[in-house]
């Protein structure tokens, strides 16, 4: 088949006539600056001049900013105590030995410790968890947000993603899913041991530790605000290594079902296999300081096991600052670019003296 091509158009196509007497416009993009890649560039030329002030300037910068950040976060007091009970000697070791999920009684231990500086302000105590993954993927999947937010016909049919933990004695649990199901349930008390021997109990708030948004707008129960959640939640059951249905996680109404902040507060998984969460805060304490130096004791009752996966529980106290908890690595990484960035424009600038005066006095001679 014979075509012919004719002269080029003025805006860069082609037309091609074959024995039709049709015209076919070619794929070649039209003759304008922005298609043909002629639009006016600017690129930045790498000289002395310029990158030296730079390498400069950046260290002078995030070296202090580092130091402030290192020293903030020194400031921070935190204390810990693992109450796993691995040890022979651990007060809690009997309850990890025989305590498994649903076990009908109890079992509670004690541990004595000594804070060594007060504590003032805010303090926050966090229970931690070691070696537990909450970041793997079948185990971020399996929840039902629907159900979460309130919706009934979720509420009475979860999600495919909630299985195994969907449903349990043909009816459906409430809330479903493995993250639901593996909530932390430990108790934790705190109490100040008087010079005078009396043995005063730390008040401990469970609100306000979730966020804002998790818990006006992500979590809400079903039949709204006000509803008789006993009556709600007829016919739903609750998940399998629960002690008590959802309706029951706290006696006041603004923090029970699926808007309570300790159940809130676990459904946010964590990122990696060692995490905190914010379990209780001790704030508007009569006392100055919050927490005074002394001898404490921290009452545990042992729910929740973790010696089957070979993971640690602790209970940290710590106060916060205008950067947040305690984390000198922001501060660290801030002073370590900064020394690396000075010391670069300080190697470059003696290879500049020398080499630039070579180079000049080459061009001289020539």
């Keep these: 088949m014979a075509t012919s091509y004719n002269a080029k158009d003025e805006d860069g196509h082609i037309t091609v006539s074959g ?8 794929r070649k ?3 304008t600056a922005f298609k043909q890649q002629r639009l006016p560039a600017w690129q930045p030329i790498l000289t002395a001049g310029t990158v030296l002030p730079a390498f400069f300037i950046i260290g002078l910068i995030f070296i202090p900013i580092g130091i402030g950040l290192y020293v903030t976060s020194n400031n921070i007091r935190e204390f810990e105590v693992d109450y796993t009970g691995v040890d022979v000697s651990s ?3 009997n309850c990890s030995q025989n305590y498994s999920w649903n076990s009908s009684r109890p079992c509670t231990c004690t541990i004595p410790f000594y804070l060594e500086q007060p504590y003032e302000g805010n303090v926050y105590m966090y229970y931690g968890l070691s070696n537990f993954y909450q970041n793997h993927r079948r185990y971020v999947k399996s929840r039902d947000d629907s159900q979460l937010h309130g919706d009934m016909d979720s509420l009475l049919t979860p999600s495919k993603e909630c299985e195994p933990y969907a449903f349990h004695d043909k009816k459906p649990i409430a809330p479903c899913g493995a993250i639901a199901n593996s909530m932390f349930n430990d108790t934790l008390e705190l109490f100040y041991n008087d010079p005078n021997g009396t043995k005063v109990l730390v008040p401990l708030a469970n609100t306000g530790i979730a966020w804002f948004t998790d818990k006006y707008v992500k979590f809400k129960n079903p039949g709204g605000d006000g509803a008789n959640l006993t009556a709600v939640f007829q016919g739903t059951s609750k998940p399998v290594n629960w002690l008590k249905p959802v309706y029951e996680l706290d006696k006041n109404s ?3 079902g699926f808007i309570n902040e300790d159940f809130i ?4 998984t964590a990122a990696l296999p060692t995490f905190r969460k914010l379990y209780r805060t001790i704030k508007d304490a009569k006392v100055i300081p919050t927490l005074p130096s002394g001898n404490y004791t921290l009452e545990v ?3 929740y096991p973790v010696r089957s ?3 640690r529980k602790r209970m940290i106290l710590s106060t916060i600052s205008w950067m947040g908890g305690k984390n000198p690595f922001l501060g660290i990484a801030y002073v370590t670019v900064g020394s690396v960035c000075f010391f670069l424009g300080v190697v470059l600038l003696v290879i500049h003296h020398k080499c630039g005066n070579r180079n000049n006095s080459a061009d001289i001679s020539n």
């Design 309 to 311: 996966f070979e993971g």
């Design 19 to 26: 024995p039709g007497g049709g015209t076919l416009r070619s």
């Design 254 to 256: 603004s923090n029970n």
């Design 265 to 268: 507060v676990w459904m946010r």
């Design 29 to 31: 993009p039209e003759n």
């Design 91 to 93: 007060p809690c070791f």
């Design 301 to 303: 009752v042992y729910n």
